[in-house]
């Protein structure tokens, strides 16, 4: 493992959250460093519970991982303090002291905001003024923050000092390629890039040091909010093929079939070296008893396959199912 990123090849809820909860776990990850905002959520179930997280790391499953907030992360304190008490990490979060504040202003101005509500369709969370505010250099900090205290550490130096010491580090992105400020479908995207890349920055972590990066893909392409959706169906079609998600902020979700070519660009523009798959058991119901590749339905392993051929990485982790083991995990073999 060593350093490996994870982030999102299409619009975002593809899945990161089940797939850095399963690495947590089998490959006993030390540290789980989270980039990036509130926004949508990471997806985890834990205990038989589905945990909807905007700020902890997925990987809080495994108790014995550390986990942090990289510097480019922006904090919105009541949302993290009610998940801190959810997940009872209090003993093992790191925040760094120059994470920036969301505050209940900017949170108005995102919900109030013709643009940003109207025609972009945020999340409401406040990220994007939060953002403005830090470019302004106005904005208040981690360490500005009395509740914040105790959780403050050097986040960039405890990530490089764990992989100078080969621990098995994961760093978490958020949202997907296609929401990039820089790369994704402007000015339909979020306020931040979104890329491998991007989340070392966040972090504080060098382009040398990272030894994986894993793209996660969902088996059929949605989006949540405005913005173009290439090829999209109908919602009639959605509702017929079982695809129809509602979201984190109670929006139903845009859908269309799998895009080879949005999933070969963003292998590109984030040096992806393997590939996720996920809920391939939404659009082949015979694969969520399947144990292993070999037990697939012929029509998936050709999905599957054609993806690779396209993207040309290999499909590494694929999942069968929501429950945090539901994944074929096939690293062994290919890697
Ligand atoms: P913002 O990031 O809240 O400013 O939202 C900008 C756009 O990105 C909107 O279309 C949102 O629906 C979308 N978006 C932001 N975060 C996520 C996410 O985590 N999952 C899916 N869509 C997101
Ligand atoms: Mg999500």
């Known amino acids: 493992m060593p350093c490996t990123v994870v982030v999102g090849g299409f619009w975002g809820d593809e899945g990161k959250g089940k797939i850095i909860s399963y690495l947590a776990l089998k490959d006993n990850i030390d ?92 999340t409401g969370w406040g990220v994007g003024p939060a953002i403005e505010e830090r470019v302004r250099r106005t904005a208040k900090l981690a360490k500005d923050i009395a509740e914040l205290k105790p959780y403050l550490t050097d986040v960039a130096m405890e990530v490089n000092n764990a992989i100078d010491k080969g621990k098995n580090v994961l ?56 913005g173009p959706l290439p090829n999209e169906l109908p919602r009639e079609e959605i509702i017929k093929r079982g695809w129809l998600e509602i979201s984190g902020t109670g929006r139903e979700r845009r859908a269309a079939p799998f895009n080879y070519e949005l999933a070969r660009r963003a292998v590109i523009i984030n040096s992806a070296t393997e590939a996720a798959v996920t809920k391939l058991d939404v659009i082949f119901p015979k694969c969520r008893s399947a144990k292993n590749y070999e037990e697939l339905p012929a029509e998936a392993k050709s999905f599957i396959e054609r993806i690779e051929a396209e993207i040309r990485i290999p499909v590494t982790l694929i999942g069968v199912g929501p429950g945090p083991f539901q994944i074929i995990d096939r690293r062994k073999s290919l890697i």
């Open 31 to 122: 540290i789980c460093a989270r980039a990036g905002s509130v926004n949508a959520a990471h997806t985890v179930i834990h205990e038989g519970k589905a945990l909807k997280l905007h700020m902890i790391p997925s990987g809080f499953v495994n108790k014995n991982c550390r986990l942090l907030l990289g510097a480019g992360v922006n904090i919105h304190v009541p949302q993290l303090m009610k998940e801190i008490k959810e997940t009872n990490v209090g003993d093992r979060l790191g925040i760094d002291p120059q994470c920036s504040i969301i505050e209940e202003k900017h949170s108005i101005q995102d919900k109030t905001s013709a643009h940003l509500k109207g025609v972009i369709g945020t």
């Open 171 to 226: 760093l978490e992105g958020t949202q997907g390629l296609y929401l990039s400020l820089y790369h994704g479908t402007y000015p339909y995207v979020t306020g931040r890039d979104t890329t491998a890349s991007a989340v070392c920055s966040e972090i504080g972590v060098g382009p040398k040091k990272v030894d994986n990066v894993l793209i996660v893909f969902k088996a059929y392409v949605t989006r949540v909010g405005a």
